[in-house]
């Protein structure tokens, strides 16, 4: 069985105000996120509705890598 595997989108976001930037984009608590671990999150256009469903990863104090699915959002 063969197949090709489509990959999703990957967004990194970094910087001192990267989770209080994500905070106000996101659908899920971004600011207590601990380094290394991931949560489920929706990112929302500015009248609250839903652009794309991703994951969220704390990979450093200051640092986030947005994951999608393959096909998501735009």
């Known amino acids: 069985m063969s197949g090709a595997v489509e990959a999703g989108a990957v967004v990194w976001v970094d910087g001192d105000d990267a989770d209080a930037?994500?905070?106000?984009?996101?659908?899920?608590?971004?600011?207590?996120?601990?380094v290394d671990a991931a949560t489920p999150a929706l990112l929302l256009d500015a009248t609250g509705h839903i652009r794309v469903a991703l994951r969220a990863v704390r990979t450093a104090d200051t640092a986030f890598t947005l994951l999608t699915d393959a096909g998501s959002g735009e």
């Not at 905070?23 to 600011?31: A, D, F, M, V």
């Open 21 to 34: 930037f994500l905070q106000g984009l996101l659908s899920n608590e971004i600011t207590a996120l601990p």
